[in-house]
Nanobody, 130 residues
Framework: QARVEESGGGLVQAGGSLTLSCTAS????????LGWFRQAPMKQREGVSC????????QYLDSVKGRFTISRDNAKNTLYLQMNNLKPEDTATYYC???????????????????????RSQGTQVTVSS
């Protein structure tokens, strides 16, 4: 059973930075692509970024390109999301999730990204004040 736990959220002013972490277990970590999702109140969940199982390819939502960087450390079973120049519209609960092994190889995938094994974690809250 796939298990993940997110951390690193908080309250920051616009223009600030945060680094989210996600520790994973239950599945062979380096056999799967991984993704970050977010959901703001009254809005649909959206895929923010993803990374292939090798870490060799990454994709980003247009609104975060150039500001967010996804990375993974397969030795530590940990996924990261470095978020710079945060904006109030980035305020949301952020979740990480396992994706299928073949995921995240094309930019178009981010538009319809889904967590292939569901989301059962609590997420981590990011609040950006203006």
């Amino acid at each position: 059973q796939a298990r993940v736990e997110e951390s690193g959220g908080g309250l920051v002013q616009a223009g600030g930075s945060l680094t989210l972490s996600c520790t994973a277990s239950g599945l062979s970590f380096d056999d799967y692509a991984l993704g970050w999702f977010r959901q703001a109140p009254m809005k649909q969940r959206e895929g923010v970024s993803c990374i292939t199982f090798t870490g060799g390819s990454t994709q980003y939502l247009d609104s975060v390109k150039g500001r967010f960087t996804i990375s993974r450390d397969n030795a530590k079973n940990t996924l990261y999301l470095q978020m710079n120049n945060l904006k109030p519209e980035d305020t949301a609960t952020y979740y990480c999730a396992y994706l299928g092994r073949s995921r995240c190889k094309t930019p178009k995938e981010i538009e319809s990204l889904v967590p292939d094994f569901g989301i059962r974690s609590q997420g981590t809250q990011v609040t950006v004040s203006s």
